[in-house]
């Protein structure tokens, strides 16, 4: 029997994971869910999983959670700019609690990467190397999602603004990496993974499709990275993210949130979810 943690798991990426691994024929009670809110974990309560309480920031508390778990999936934490200490705690705790075996999600291509964001990845990946433990190395790329949470403003003005010139993204739905990520944890083996959708797009692209789904005209339009992030600012993005979004999108124009790796659809043993469906569904 080996039971399997996952972190992280009433978010919207470790909720997906727990639901796929049970799909997959993992009993519930063979998983451990750890929350920081055991009233948001009812749900995975009622269903047989095993619920533990415990934040990044409290390595007692997780060393405890991780109690008994043989392979975790340890997904990222959401606040950007105090991962660093947070996933230290996290690792510190898995050492302690002798668990098997990490998976963490990390960003594409993290060791080469330029993005702000990959810091705080290549940070945990090295704590992950230094402690010791076997893990794999789950290198997410962009969210389908991403374009859907501000799909009606641009449908509205008929604009998709941002700051990525001509590169492409290759992006790919939560669950797809959900179940990406179940697939390499249920098999067990250390590794590096380079997750990326199989679709190409640029931003052009991607306007394009928005049109075609919505039957409006909506065109890209390119930005400066100053001028994207202060767009942002001035439509409610709440900080720090405005200054990470534009940066991001500097980072596709650089080609960093596209890659020719296979490695998602190898393991989903499918190509990623079609972009159009994704903002097909956040229509209807």
């Known amino acids: 029997m080996t039971i399997y943690g996952v972190t992280g798991a009433t978010g919207q990426l470790g909720r997906l994971a727990v639901d796929d691994l049970i799909e997959r024929g993992t009993p ?18 009622d269903h047989g999983v095993v ?5 990044y920031a409290d390595t007692a508390a997780l060393t ?7 392979r975790l999936l340890f997904i990222s934490g959401s606040e950007v700019g105090s991962r660093v200490a947070q996933h230290s705690s996290v690792v510190d705790a898995a050492v302690a609690a002798q668990v098997g075996l990490v998976a963490y999600t990390s960003i594409l291509e993290a060791d080469t990467s330029g993005l702000s ?19 794999i190395l789950l290198r997410n790329g962009w969210y389908s999602e991403n374009y859907a949470a501000s799909l009606q403003p641009t449908i509205d003005g008929g604009v998709l603004y941002g700051a990525a010139g001509e590169g492409r993204v290759a992006p790919a739905t939560r669950p797809d990496f959900a179940g990406a990520a179940v697939a ?3 098999a ?14 640029t931003y052009a692209d991607i306007a394009a499709v928005i049109a075609d789904i919505a039957g409006t ?5 390119d930005l400066s990275t100053d001028d994207y992030a202060a767009a942002l600012t001035q439509a409610g993005v ?3 993210m405005p200054a990470v979004l534009a940066d991001s999108d500097a980072g596709i124009a650089r080609g960093e949130l596209d890659s020719t790796s296979t490695d998602l659809a190898d393991l989903l043993g499918r190509p990623s979810t079609p972009f159009a469906d994704v903002i097909r569904a956040a229509l209807a």
């Open 28 to 45: 519930a009670g063979d998983i451990v869910a750890i929350v920081r809110d055991e009233a948001k974990a009812s749900g995975l309560a």
């Open 64 to 70: 405890t959670a991780f109690a008994g778990v043989d």
């Open 117 to 135: 964001l990959a810091a705080e990845h290549v940070a945990t990946e090295k704590a992950l190397a230094d402690s010791g433990l076997p893990h």
């Open 188 to 201: 067990g083996r250390p590794g590096v993974f380079e997750l990326v959708g199989t679709e190409h797009l």
């Open 217 to 221: 005209p909506v065109r890209y339009q």
């Open 184 to 186: 390499a944890l249920l």
């Open 51 to 55: 619920v533990r309480v415990a934040d």
């Open 238 to 240: 709440p900080e720090p």
